[in-house]
């Protein structure tokens, strides 16, 4: 066993060594911090720093395919900064934050970065993931692949037949209301979140489907909500197995490079070379923050719908609730009851959309703890509440103005 260990060491080191002498400056400058392992959950705060930035290029923590950007750009002009009542250095200081863009009325008003981190930079978003993903479906149902969230999951994923999953919707799976065991604690490491991905498929399975259909139901479907990153992949593999492609080039071609994002991205993928689809896509903030202005325009591209009639203002409210006041869950979208609604992803990633302010936040960070929602998610809630206040006391001056006049 030993032996077996010193090579996968050796085959690693090799591994970031040829990465070092092909990586750009900025992997260089960290390839020193970049971790051995993929064990994401515990890997250091200083190696968590340089591999956020580089996952898809260092093969050895994954592999990934790409998010093709087009010739077209959809341009971001830079408007006139935000007054904002808290101090945006303090702010992102704290929260580790390696790129923030405020978005209102489709121009820049915020745009700073840290962690020695630009906007030329892709940064892994985790469950940022997951809205791309429940969005995709949507797409999947307007082209007429998927005939409805009523359908049942077993009947577009084959494997999972005989499984607890025979009796869960698509819908139950993108409101987290399954009913089915499972376990999110990211500090655990025998919790089923830190264990699928590493699991070791049967033959000809993906290895998703292979571990979450050995799970056993605890509650009738539709009966609680659960948080469940495992059940976010098995959307993935459904709208694949739907639509015939994988889940980035579907992601290409129906918004990334027709709605006019800078960058090309990527997708990590799990061992069975499927894309995770309840994490791990790397693309530039700004992107991130562009495709906030695509739920903000109602999903159209050159006025052609992307998503069906009614799906948005379905997607994005409460469908599930959460036991926290004024939150709730909708379609993978975290939702809030003013009708502003987000994208989350451990250790501080988000795209925070407000349509009735016309604003997006994008950031990226690398917080201590992946969660840690009791001092810098709170703290995160909060510069979201000073945003939108700062953009209604504009909007009150401006009125102050008018009537002057």
């Known amino acids: 066993m030993r032996k077996v260990l010193t090579g996968l060491f050796v085959l690693v080191v090799a591994g970031l060594a040829v990465a070092y002498l092909s990586a750009d400056k900025d992997m260089r400058r ?7 392992n993929r064990d ?30 087009g010739d077209q750009t959809l341009p971001l002009p830079v408007g006139e900064p935000l007054a904002i009542g808290t101090s945006v250095e303090e702010y992102m200081r704290e929260q580790r934050t390696a790129a923030l863009v405020v978005i209102h009325n489709g121009k820049i008003r915020l745009e700073e970065y840290g962690l020695d981190f630009s906007a030329e930079g892709r940064w892994t978003s985790f469950s940022v993931a997951k809205s791309f993903t429940s969005t995709l479906v949507g797409a ?3 082209d007429g692949y998927i005939e409805s969230i009523d359908d049942m999951v077993s009947d577009y994923i084959p494997d999972l037949k005989g499984s607890a999953y025979d009796a869960v919707s698509i819908e139950h799976l993108l409101t987290m209301n399954s009913g089915v065991r499972w376990n999110e604690d990211y500090e655990d490491r025998n919790s089923d979140v830190a264990r699928f991905n590493e699991h070791t498929p049967e033959p000809g399975v993906d290895v998703t489907v292979s571990y979450m259909r050995t799970l056993e139901r605890e509650v009738p479907p539709g009966t609680r909500w659960q948080y469940n990153t495992g059940e976010t992949n098995l959307i993935g593999v459904l709208v694949s197995s739907a639509t015939g492609k994988t889940l980035a080039d579907y992601l290409t071609e129906k918004i990334w490079t027709p709605f006019g994002m800078q960058q090309d991205g990527s997708w990590l993928l799990g061992v069975t070379s499927h894309e995770i689809a309840g994490c791990c896509m790397q693309a530039a903030t700004r992107d991130f923050a562009r495709f906030g202005l695509f739920m903000l325009g109602g999903g159209m591209i050159d006025d ?16 599930a609730d959460i036991g926290v006041p004024g939150k709730g869950y909708g379609y993978q979208w975290w939702t809030y009851d003013d009708g502003s609604y987000a994208a989350q992803g451990i250790f ?11 604003l997006v936040v994008a950031s990226n960070s690398n917080w201590p703890r992946a969660t840690h929602w009791e001092t810098v998610g709170s703290q995160r809630e909060a510069f979201y509440k000073s945003v939108q206040d700062a953009i209604d006391a504009e909007s009150v001056a401006e009125i102050a103005v008018g009537a002057a006049h």
């Open 348 to 358: 501080g990633q988000g795209i925070f959309i407000d349509p009735n302010r016309q």
């Open 140 to 142: 999947a149902i307007k």
């Open 40 to 69: 994401v959950l515990f890997w250091s705060i200083p190696e968590r720093d340089a591999a956020f930035r580089t996952m898809d290029r260092v093969s050895v923590l994954a592999d990934s395919r790409p998010i093709i950007a």
């Open 304 to 319: 052609t719908p992307v998503l069906p009639s009614g799906w948005l203002e379905s997607a994005t409210v409460k469908n």
């Open 30 to 36: 960290l390839a020193t911090n970049l971790p051995t």
